[in-house]
Structures are given as C-alpha cells and as structure tokens.
C-alpha cells in the first residue's frame, strides 16, 4: 500500500498526484526499476553501479523530492543498492535551481501539508486556492 497526496487548484483545475511507497505490484514495480536503471535510464552513475555488482541488493520506492529553497516538488523514485561495503543512493538534484540536492519529503505533519498547499500552481501561477488531499493507492 502506498500513499501520497493530490495538489488541486481550485482556481483552474490543474491536478497532480505525488505518490510515495510501492503499492501491491511490489515485486514486477521492483523488477522494472532495476531494468530501467540497467538501461540507464536514472544516469551513467546508476547503471556503472549495477553493471558492476548484478547480485547486489536493490530497493526501490516512489518517493517525493523538494528543494525548500524553489518551493519545488518532483516525483522520483528512491534507489538503494548495495553489495559488500558498496553502496549508490540515488540524488536527485532541483530541477529549478539545479544545485540543491533535493530532499524526500515526510508527509507526516500539518505544517508540511499547507507549505504544499503554497506552492504556486504550476499551470495558472495561483498560489491562494490550492487544495492538498492526502491519497491512498495500491
Ligand atoms: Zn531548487
Ligand atoms: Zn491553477
């Protein structure tokens, strides 16, 4: 079961899920993020990693990232790899600032939930109607 949240502005309509975890398809959900990380698909550093060690142990999840600095959210998928002392975590950088490294969010407080809520709507630019519910999936 994962969980996430819907951003909906009220003011146009714009709506974007961000999701968080795995839901039930945790096995083939696992399975395709390997191939697409062999593939390349999440950078030269990621593939080198797992081309290297392809016993190594491997995790994946949906996971949100935010650069507080932009009020920039993404959605991303956390890689984990290791094999012996190895390991690759895969970063995402800000994709407005390009510098910060951003960072998974904890969706577990109000507070975060209304910082959210003032991120501008990426379509229209408003910034005082937008709704976040909290959201379940599998
Ligand atoms: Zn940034
Ligand atoms: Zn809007």
Redesign the pocket.
């Known amino acids: 079961m994962g969980q996430g949240f819907t951003r909906r ?1 009220m ?4 709506e974007t899920h961000f999701l968080q975890g795995i839901g039930f398809r945790y096995f083939s959900f696992l399975q395709e993020v390997k191939e697409e990380v062999r593939a390349g698909k999440f950078g030269k550093e990621a593939q080198a990693f797992i081309i290297e060690y392809p016993e190594c142990e491997f995790d994946a999840r949906n996971e949100v990232y935010f650069c507080k600095d932009c009020m920039y959210l993404k959605q991303g998928i956390e890689i984990n790899m290791s094999y012996g002392d190895k390991s690759f975590t895969k970063q995402y950088r800000c994709g407005k600032c390009r510098k910060a490294i951003m960072k998974p969010v904890k969706l577990d407080t109000e507070r975060q939930y209304k910082k959210f809520a003032q991120i501008p ?1 990426k ?4 910034s005082d109607s937008i709704m976040v519910d909290f959201l379940m999936w599998d």
């Open positions: 502005c003011s146009c309509g714009d709507c379509k229209c630019g408003n």
